[in-house]
């Protein structure tokens, strides 16, 4: 069985622009990729003295956006400015790691964690670019601290996120499910994107994560 994750004033509360220190501290980055009717996301997530701080990113396939069955919502937020184009009717892994390459030019990042489901074939990319990567499966054993640690942070008023209906959305409506090995974040249906807050809960989840390479030399692959 599952049940919903975080109540709207709660999430809410969080809501509002990102405090300027995250220009200067350790950014924490996911990356939870789809393939055609999903939303492919990126989160980030920094330690501030306010608490946490985090943005996502999305994108949907054009074809997605113009004939899928999502296409009346991917299409509301494409004009509100919250959801990105990606040419054609895939995902194309060469523009993520485009971004993600932008991102690390902008802001410390000290981490790159992502599901191995679409993604592993960045890995490579990304570490010839001497960014840091962690394979991080979705599994509930694995998403079930990164959960609780989001909602602890949530409820005490310390998770700062910028205004976003994309991300809104898929909070509102993500549910948690709960099995023997731990929680993770499931779909209500079929057709209800909920990969924004799977970013969210990777990024967040891991910002104080100690990572055994940040006292190594060289660009390392970890697996955890």
Known sequence: ASSEWLPRDVWMRGSRQLPPEVQTAPCTVSVVMSATRDLTCIGLAWRVPQGVAAHVISWAPQGAIE?????????????AGALRVMPGDYIQPELVVDELQRI????????????????RGMVPALSAAGLRVVEQPMTARHQDGLIRRVEELAYAGRLIHSPDPVLDYAVSQVRVE????????????????????????MAVGHVDTELPWEQLAEPQIVWI
Do not use: M
């Not at 004939?67 to 004009?79: F, H, T």
């Not at 023997?180 to 924004?196: M, S």
């Open 67 to 79: 004939r899928g069955p999502r296409s009346l919502l991917y299409r509301r937020w494409v004009a």
């Open 104 to 119: 690390a030019a902008s802001y410390r990042v000290r981490a790159i964690f992502l599901d191995p489901w679409g993604a």
């Open 178 to 201: 709960a099995s023997q090995t731990g929680r993770r974040l499931v779909k209500p249906t079929e057709h209800v994107p909920i990969d924004p807050a799977v970013a969210l809960v």
